[in-house]
């Protein structure tokens, strides 16, 4: 428990500096040096965490294969549980990254001793909370490009309208804030309240879903309650994302805690688990072939000097009694 | 064994965490938890550090004075060289996925034997010694120091995975236990913590060509009764060969299908099917093991000993190889032998001589399984098969870790089967295929020290079986793996009693029809076949 109040404090902490911060004339600080030192972290950081696992060699191909392997022609292959080839690989990886394939797979474990039966229940919570979770990150992130661009594209008016679809309130609700806020509460409750999760949870699992947390709080906030003058914020966002930073009045302060935690997070990120979203993608387990007998996989450390314990030196510790048993020799006593 | 519980008792686990946090938490060693250590003349013979007689259960264990630099070298070393460890280090999340997959905590609630909190071990000394920000924040991130509970813990739980790899099967991000299990295991080899059912098997195999230390003269006179045997019950003298240069085929098999039962019914199997195919095969003693005990060590190792088959193929110079029926030799041989000792240019692509079919699953390892072969056989009809001489039998098919998690080999194996018995069954579709768990003995487990927890972590497959046994009448349980037909026996004995264990290869034997053979009275196990009990009592 531990965990769960250092991260909660942590969080309620940064958001109280720069709610007091940028209303105490720190706007600059909060609205312009902090997020370009974020920025940086986080792109620098994620960078050279991906080049260092990119540049770690991979001995061996160990797929981990979750179907019938490519195998006599009448025996049917599971393509993509099991992919023999590149192109079936790539579709593996893709109902892994986009789909939670892995997760789709959860079970439950039920014993009942007094039945004498211990059963594996599906169990799709996870997989359900944790996409829906993702999928609505993805959203929020892209709608939020509406502030950096101008025009604002397509593909963001595109997503806007269809999160706001049921036009409930003004400004209208989108359903991703929603649906959000309760994918991220069902993984902090799971944490909570499962106590095998409990039990393995670190002040790092917490911190972030704590600072999600607060980040869609307070830009719900922004949004639907203070309603904030968006004019004022995009054009700050303009500013910062063409190199010309400006503070522009009328930002509320609300504004600032928002940005600022998205900074943390920004900053965090490249240092902590979330770098799983780069992590998915080099997992030997899952973006390898199962063909490793009809392709040699080529491990660069491969040391040529190991040999066996030679047949010679086999036949010479043993070859009387090799000859007394019948059995052939290359050489005779 | 005398001392266990019945099941009904062991099955009541306490699935609850205590109260404080894991890293407060110190390993007991209590017998039947952990393996005996390696002893010091097996470690000096395969070259290991700080050989010495020492035990789990006192307080010192006599690890080298520079064991802290040897550990963190070491770390840094896998880190360098193997990427797989690098991400699983940085990119689990704690979901919990993983947490009720693994047959070791289903079956004693441990929370260290949860793959998740088993990789924390590792990741915590990671975090520790290797991160900036965890070393500052300490236990609060995760990070601890290294210190001798540390290793011990590590000894436990390390000794208590199997790398059956079924929770890499449910990772969203497929962060694979048995390779944490596999390095965690290597770095404990470099300050002399290792048990002597991994080491003494693999200095066997690496002199004798066999884990069991089985002599070549010896290996020649068990084969020698086994083919007495099968002449006793098929009246049919079959003539194997050794060390037959310019064989067609080197057959390997793990050496405990030589050694014990139920395994030597299996290896009367291959000889049977070999002599009706009439196959230009030849045997080795010098590449006796296909169980790669190595590669419960390090990579060294796994590569030192497995070097041995592709050097005799060499030296014989047969065209391809065939394996039998194992485990971790199929992992070995599936994901790591070409990698580490190909290519294998010296070989052909395996074709069989029977059926004319080109094993392209196999063109550049050059060895394919013999259930592959045998299925082919089967497939295109070259097979004369009785399934009433296994009459009687309902069978189940008791998927193997590494030929499900390391291949993907299901439907082959089945097709087999339900050509050479009348009645099977499948077990529950959540403890099969690639969901498959455990015989709990995997990895270098199957030794007699470690029962206790062992039969606990054969629950699953246990309940599974004693599932199909009350509704089906399942009496039987087959499959491909010689630890499996170690270890299964005992367990079916513990969770579902009655019901007995047999390689594939073993029913093959028994429904094989020879061309003007005399009949029948027995099966391999010279057990009386149905409908003929007790003929010899009332003559």
């Known amino acids: 428990m531990a965990g769960l109040v250092t991260a909660l404090l942590a969080v309620v902490a940064l958001a109280a500096v720069a709610a007091l911060g940028a209303g105490a004339g720190m706007a600059q600080v909060f609205g312009i040096y902090i997020p370009y030192v974020a920025v940086a972290i986080f792109v620098t950081g994620f960078i050279k965490k991906v080049l260092g696992w990119a540049s770690t060699p991979v001995p061996f191909a160990i797929p981990t294969t979750g179907g019938q392997q490519y195998s006599l022609p009448w025996v049917k292959q599971a393509k993509f549980d099991n992919p023999s080839t590149p192109g079936q690989t790539f579709i593996r990886m893709a109902l892994e990254v986009l789909c939670f394939r892995s997760l789709f797979r959860n079970t439950k474990v039920d014993n009942r001793p007094g039945e004498g039966t211990v059963g594996y229940g599906s169990d799709k919570s996870l997989w359900l909370f944790a996409l829906i979770f993702h999928y609505c990150f993805l959203i929020v992130f892209i709608r939020h490009f509406r502030f950096f661009l101008e025009p604002v594209p397509f593909l963001v008016t595109g997503v806007e309208f269809v999160d706001s679809i049921l036009q409930i309130s003004v400004p209208t609700l989108y359903l991703t804030d929603v649906f959000f806020v309760v994918g991220v509460t069902f993984l902090l409750a799971r944490r909570l309240f499962d106590s095998k999760v409990a039990y393995i949870s670190l002040a790092s699992d917490f911190f972030p879903l704590f600072l999600i947390l607060a980040i869609a709080l307070s830009g719900i906030y922004m949004r639907y309650f203070a309603k904030v003058d968006v004019i004022a914020i995009k054009q700050l966002a303009i500013g910062l994302v063409s190199f010309k930073p400006v503070i522009p009045p009328n930002v509320d302060w609300s504004f600032y805690m928002h940005f600022f935690l998205v900074c943390v997070l920004w900053a965090y990120f490249p240092f902590s688990k979330l770098m799983h979203l780069g992590g998915v993608f080099l997992s030997p387990t899952r973006n390898l072939p199962n063909n490793t007998r009809m392709v040699r996989h080529i491990n660069p450390w491969n040391d040529p000097s190991i040999k066996p314990h030679s047949y010679a030196d086999y036949e010479d510790d043993f070859r009387e009694k090799m000859i007394e048993a019948g059995l052939p020799v290359d050489k005779e006593a | ?539």
């Open chain 2, 1 to 539: 064994m005398s001392k266990m519980a019945p099941p009904e008792e062991l099955m009541n686990v306490n699935y609850s965490t205590p109260s404080e946090p894991w890293m407060d938490v110190r390993p007991e060693f209590k017998p039947g938890t952990f393996s005996y250590p390696g002893k010091p003349d097996v470690l000096k013979y395969l070259g290991l550090p700080n050989p010495r007689d020492w035990s789990p259960t006192e307080e010192d264990w006599k690890l080298p004075p520079d064991w802290r630099e040897t550990i963190r070298d070491g770390f840094r070393e896998l880190l360098g060289k193997y990427r797989s460890l690098k991400v699983f280090m940085d990119c689990c999340v704690r979901c919990g996925a993983c947490a009720d997959k693994c047959h070791f905590y289903i079956g004693s609630g441990d929370p260290k034997n949860m793959p998740v909190l088993r990789a924390e071990l590792l990741r915590s000394i990671y975090r520790g010694e290797f991160t900036v920000a965890a070393k500052i924040l300490g236990k609060l991130a995760g990070a601890r120091k290294l210190e001798e509970d540390v290793v011990k813990e590590w000894f436990m739980y390390f000794y208590q995975c199997t790398q059956c790899r079924r929770c890499s099967l449910y990772c969203p991000y497929g962060i694979d236990t048995a390779e944490i299990t596999f390095l965690a295991r290597d770095l404990m080899n470099r300050i002399g913590l290792n048990i002597n059912w991994i080491l003494e098997p693999a200095a066997n195999c690496n002199r004798t060509g066999n884990h069991l230390g089985i002599q070549p003269h010896a290996f020649k006179d068990m084969m020698d009764f086994l083919v007495d045997d099968i002449e006793t019950v098929t009246g049919r003298r079959v003539e194997p060969s050794f060390h037959r240069k310019g064989a067609e085929i080197l057959f390997i098999t793990p050496s405990g299908d030589i050694f014990a039962e139920p395994g030597i019914y299996t290896f009367m199997g291959y000889l049977l099917l070999f002599d009706y195919l009439d196959l230009d095969v030849t045997w080795s003693t010098y590449a006796s093991e296909g169980g790669n005990f190595g590669s419960f060590m390090n990579d060294k190792w796994m590569k030192k000993l497995n070097a041995k088959m592709y050097a005799e193929a060499k030296r014989l110079g047969v065209k391809y190889i065939i394996g039998g029926e194992c485990g971790h030799m199929w992992r070995v041989l599936n994901q790591f032998m070409d990698t580490m000792n190909g290519p294998a240019d010296f070989l052909e692509v395996p074709k069989s001589p029977i059926t004319g079919t080109v094993f392209e699953n196999a063109k550049s390892t050059k060895m394919i399984h013999l259930v592959e072969f045998t299925a082919d056989l089967i497939k295109n009809g070259k097979l004369k098969l009785d399934k009433s001489r296994n009459a009687g039998i309902t069978a189940t098919w008791h998927d193997s870790c590494n030929t499900s998690r390391g291949m993907g080999f299901f439907d082959e194996p089945r097709y087999v089967l339900e050509n050479v018995v009348e009645k099977f069954v499948d077990m529950p579709s959540q403890t099969i295929r690639e969901q498959t768990f455990c015989c709990g003995g995997g990895a270098g487990l199957n030794n007699g020290e470690f029962t206790e927890m062992r039969l606990r972590g054969g629950l699953p497959r246990g309940n599974a079986l004693k599932y199909v046994q009350e509704k089906f009448g399942v009496n039987t349980m087959s499959c491909i793996c010689a630890i499996d037909r170690a270890t299964l026996p005992g367990l079916a004995d513990y969770w579902a009693p009655g019901v007995k264990v047999t390689g594939l290869h073993e029913l093959v034997g028994n429904a094989l029809v020879f061309e003007g053979e005399e009949e029948r009275t027995m099966n391999l196990r010279q057990e009386d076949l149905p409908g003929l009990e007790g003929s010899e009592e009332e003559e």
